[in-house]
C-alpha cells in the first residue's frame, strides 16, 4: 500500500540554524500538507501546497517557513532560523485533488531545538 | 472561544464496553467532521468521516453528528485494549483543505 515517508525521524539542531524537512507524497497525489505537533498538544496546521503553490497557510505559517517541491518526489519544509517552541512533531501529507478530505499522514519527523 | 473542544481525558473504561467520545465545535460553515486515531508517538490515523446530521456505522465504530448543536461523538463497541490511544476529533470548513483539529481525548481500555 502506497504510504508517505519522511525524512529524517529525528532531527536535532541548535537554536537558530535552519532545518529542512523531507517528505515523500504518495505518488499519483496532488495535494501536500504540514501539519505540526508540539509535544502534548493538538495537531496544527501549518500549510497546503498544489501545482507548485502555497493555496494555504496558517498564522504560524510566518517568514521564517518556507516550502518547496524541488523535483517531482519530494516535498521540503524549510524553517530558517529555528526556535526553541519550533521543537515538535511535524507530519507531511498528501491527498489527491478531488479528496483533499481523505489526507494521509507521514510519520512525522522529530525536530528538537537546543 | 476554542475552535474544537473535546474532554483531554483519560477516558477508562473496561474491555468489551462501549466508549463514548465527544466533540463540539464553535464554527457553524463546518462541513466535514472526522475522527482520527492517534497512538503515542506516531501520526493520526483516519478512522471514520461524517458529513449529515444522524449517525454512521463502520464495524465497531459509530460517528453521531448533530449540526444545530454542533456536536460530534464516536462510539467504540467492544472496546479492546488496542483501542487504547488518543482520539482526536478534526472539522474542515466548507473553504479550505485543512484540518482543524481538537486536542484529543485519550482513551484507556483496561483488560
Known amino acids: 500500500e502506497p504510504e508517505v515517508t519522511q525524512t529524517p525521524s529525528h532531527q536535532v539542531t541548535q537554536m537558530g540554524q535552519e532545518v529542512i524537512l523531507r517528505c515523500v507524497p504518495i505518488s499519483n497525489h496532488l495535494y501536500f500538507y504540514w501539519y505540526r505537533q508540539i509535544l502534548g498538544q493538538k495537531v496544527e496546521f501549518l500549510v497546503s501546497?498544489?501545482?507548485?503553490?502555497?493555496?494555504?497557510k496558517s498564522e504560524i505559517f510566518d517568514d521564517q517557513f518556507s516550502v518547496e517541491r524541488p523535483d517531482g518526489s519530494n516535498f521540503t519544509l524549510k524553517i530558517r532560523s529555528t526556535k526553541l517552541e519550533d521543537s515538535a512533531m511535524y507530519f507531511c501529507?498528501?491527498?489527491?485533488?478531488?479528496?483533499?478530505?481523505?489526507?494521509?499522514f507521514g510519520p512525522g519527523t522529530r525536530l528538537t531545538v537546543l | 472561544q476554542k475552535e474544537v473542544e473535546q474532554n483531554s481525558g483519560p477516558l477508562s473504561v473496561p474491555e468489551g464496553a462501549i466508549a463514548s467520545l465527544n466533540c463540539t465545535y464553535s464554527d457553524r460553515v463546518s462541513q466535514s467532521f472526522f475522527w482520527y486515531r492517534q497512538y503515542s508517538g506516531k501520526s493520526p490515523e483516519l478512522i471514520m468521516s461524517?458529513?449529515?446530521?444522524g449517525d454512521k456505522e463502520d464495524g465497531r465504530f459509530t460517528a453521531q453528528l448533530n449540526k444545530a448543536s454542533q456536536y460530534v461523538s464516536l462510539l467504540i463497541r467492544d472496546s479492546q485494549p488496542s483501542d487504547s490511544a488518543t482520539y482526536l476529533c478534526?472539522?474542515?470548513?466548507?473553504?479550505?483543505?485543512?484540518?482543524?483539529f481538537g486536542p484529543g481525548t485519550r482513551l484507556s481500555v483496561l483488560p
Open positions: 501529507a498528501s491527498s489527491e485533488a478531488g479528496d483533499t478530505d481523505t489526507q494521509y
Open positions: 501546497f498544489y501545482n507548485n503553490e502555497i493555496s494555504e
Open positions: 478534526a472539522v474542515k470548513r466548507i473553504y479550505g483543505q485543512n484540518f482543524v
Open positions: 461524517i458529513y449529515s446530521n
